[in-house]
């Protein structure tokens, strides 16, 4: 693995991460825990409402647009692509939202909501498509969803999009000969310099899920293995100028909003109540027990410092204790707080007054980078994660290296053996890459790359994307011991 190294000034931005970097990979600087999912099934209740789930929010400047913005969220994890006849509708009885905190509160000053109808040509079938799907006004698409999308601000709501077409699951490819132009078709622009997206898309998250397994087998063989290449997702993406998102529309004054996604589901009492929450990845999937975990996806912001006991206290590196006999550092582990709480100083921490709360912080004014590095700040492109979340961001590589030293006088280029999706990014909006198709007939290859059946755009590399997989087995278990070692004399490190 190479990379460039950055420069001194972009290091002493990186070095100001130090001391929480981690938090913002895994809410609490945990170890390995950058290989586990982001946040699919984190939590009893969702875990059992699929529709309802959301796994990953982004946000980034739109690099081939900089006055803009893309926010983007997906949820229901793990669709599998023959995974008919009904496939993947969005909940009808739900709100999605992503929500903005521009003043730094804690509170959404602005909230984009999309709400979802259904509708059949025919229920006297089976079939989700009764012939080849050539547009999203097809007559052989027997089912299909409608969405509309509205910004909420000061209690006030103004419509975005009224009424326009979700692109289908991609059922395959003598169902949907050309999903690109599906896809095309339900990229839309409401209003100038407003760009809206809502369908399936390919898991854009890549990592290895068998953690879970006594942290990769007990003894580091289960590795290397992208655990989500071939599963799709239900995706939300759109783009915004820069003043939309900032306080008073004023974006070089007020560069800097946190963002974070939620899922109110309809009770039977007719009330929406909030059933999924997830800013930075990885929060309530490994730190919190299981005891606080619907409580979180259920709370705001502005209840975030209830949560820090977890933080400073966490239960993984017990638990590494517990399987490699590595000790556990002392606790309270103070220095694994202020990213998750502020942001990063000098980079997109907010000055004056602010409610620490877990959000993924942006600093929209952060210049594109030209050769976007796939390990974000440590990798010398400060417009990378934590600054934000782009597509292409690999937050596993990012934690490996930063518990072995890299910001702290020990460089490295360790990495998990998964250096990118294995569906490649498009560069242009809406970025996601295309779903996997139902008539695939491996779409979760063990090695190697997963057999993309429909035509993609390759220019991923704006978004910092690698579309690729090594699966260097001894590089793979250097890095992971190296990891967990490195949680063992983090409290050595000096304080930045």
């Given amino acids: 693995m190479t990379r460039s190294r950055p420069t001194k000034r972009q290091s002493a931005v990186a070095l100001a991460c130090a001391g929480g970097m981690l938090t913002t990979v895994g809410f609490a600087g945990l170890g390995p825990t950058g290989a586990t999912a982001s946040s699919h099934r984190e939590a009893p209740m969702i875990a059992g409402l699929p529709q309802y789930d959301n796994t990953d929010t982004y946000a980034f400047r739109s690099p081939e647009k900089r006055g803009t913005i893309t926010l983007a969220a997906n949820w229901i994890p793990f669709e599998e692509p023959a995974g008919g006849p009904n496939f993947y509708p969005f909940a009808t ?83 949907m000969p050309n999903y690109a132009a599906l896809r095309n078709q339900a990229t839309t622009t409401p209003k100038k310099n407003v760009r809206s997206f809502v369908g399936q898309a390919e898991d854009p998250f890549f990592l290895d899920l068998r953690v879970f397994d006594l942290l990769y087998g007990g003894d580091l063989s289960e590795v290397g293995d992208d655990t989500l290449a071939g599963f799709n997702v239900n995706s939300v993406a759109l783009q915004v100028p820069k003043r939309m998102l900032a306080k008073k529309g004023n974006s070089k004054k007020n560069p800097i909003i946190g963002v974070w996604s939620t899922t109110n589901k309809k009770t039977a009492g007719g009330k929406f109540v909030q059933v999924s929450r997830l800013g930075n990845p990885l929060v309530n999937e490994v730190v919190l027990p299981i005891k606080v975990k619907d409580a979180f996806n259920a709370s705001q912001p502005t209840s975030d410092i209830a949560a820090l006991k977890y933080v400073t206290n966490p239960e993984l590196p017990k638990l590494i204790e517990a399987v490699y006999g590595i000790k556990a550092p002392k606790t309270p582990r103070n220095d694994l707080v202020s990213v998750f709480l502020t942001g990063v100083k000098g980079l997109n921490k907010p000055q004056g007054k602010m409610t620490p709360s877990e959000q993924l912080r942006l600093n929209m004014n952060t210049p594109v980078t030209k050769n976007p590095n796939r390990l974000g700040v440590i990798g010398g492109d400060v417009q990378g994660f934590p600054n934000g979340r782009r597509l292409g961001d690999d937050v596993v590589d990012i934690a490996l290296q930063v518990v072995e030293g890299e910001l702290v006088g020990s460089p490295n280029d360790l990495g998990d053996g998964v250096d990118g999706n294995d569906a490649p990014f ?33 220019d991923g590399n704006l978004l910092g994307a690698e579309p690729r997989r090594t699966t260097s087995m001894a590089a793979i278990g250097l890095g992971l011991f190296a990891l967990i070692a490195g949680i063992g004399g983090a409290t050595r490190r000096r304080k930045v």
């Fill in 93 to 175: 009885d739900a709100q999605y939202d992503i929500k903005v905190d521009n003043n730094h509160d804690a509170k959404a000053d602005i909230t984009f909501r999309w709400t979802f109808k259904d509708h059949y040509r025919s229920k006297n079938t089976f079939l989700y498509n009764n012939g080849p799907v050539t547009s999203l006004k097809d007559k052989n698409l027997n089912f299909y969803q409608t969405y509309k999308l509205v910004r909420i601000k000061k209690g006030k709501t103004k419509v975005i999009v009224r009424k326009a077409r979700v692109a289908p699951s991609n059922v395959g490819e003598a169902s």
């Fill in 426 to 458: 498009s560069g242009s909006f809406p970025y996601l890459g295309l779903p996997m198709a139902g008539s695939n007939p491996d779409p979760h290859p063990t090695t190697g790359s997963a057999k993309q059946t429909a035509a993609s755009n390759t």
